[in-house]
């Protein structure tokens, strides 16, 4: 932790974590102006009433993928919260620490922004780096961040197949969405 540095809030359900994850995380390492990525799982997503993966398990996951990468920190903040937490509170807990914060979001995000609570306060505390999705058209006021990578975990959580997950606990994620769905 370090007030000085900038970093990439990289935050979501993860339900399954998948390639796509991984690959975000890599291209914001590569990004010359971010010295640190955290990855921030949600106890429960503000726009959903439930998770198929407990926030626990969902939050171990992530640390096993990230856990050979030290400019990753996976942070349990939001689980341990444990309730919703509006993406404004967890910025303002972050910027106790560090200077600049990116909040990355995919495109698909985008349609419900202005949505999100405390919107207004949320866009002066952060700058946006919207993710590619979907051919969605991504405004010119917006820095953007192109993956190679289309996966979704709803559509994952339908068809699990383990090419998709992370090889670190790619059979253990496997099993469980097998055995839940």
């Not at 106890?43 to 096993?64: C, D, I, M, T």
């Not at 993406?87 to 909040?103: G, N, P, Q």
């Not at 405390?118 to 780096?129: A, G, I, M, P, R």
């Not at 058209?137 to 383990?162: A, C, G, H, T, V």
Request: charged residues 25%.
């Amino acid at each position: 932790m370090d007030k000085t540095q900038t970093i990439a809030l990289f935050g979501g359900s993860f339900d399954p974590p998948h390639i796509g994850h991984e690959k975000i995380v890599k291209a914001l390492l590569d990004l010359e102006y971010i010295d640190k990525v955290i990855v921030m799982p949600t106890f429960l997503n503000p726009f959903k009433s439930k998770s198929h993966a407990s926030a626990k398990l969902r939050f171990k996951w992530l640390n096993q993928i990230f856990e050979k990468n030290t400019d990753v920190i996976v942070s349990e903040y939001e689980v341990k919260q444990n309730k919703k937490i509006p993406t404004i509170e967890t910025v303002e807990y972050l910027l106790t620490k560090y200077s600049k914060i990116f909040l990355i979001i995919g495109a698909d995000n985008l349609i419900s922004l202005k949505k999100w609570h405390n919107y207004d306060k949320l866009k002066v505390k952060v700058s946006f780096l919207i993710v590619h999705r979907n051919n969605i058209e991504i405004p010119k006021s917006f820095s953007k961040l192109k993956i190679e990578e289309n996966i979704s975990s709803s559509e994952l959580r339908k068809n699990i197949n383990s090419l998709k997950l992370p090889k670190s606990c790619s059979q253990e994620i496997s099993k469980y969405y097998q055995r839940i769905l």
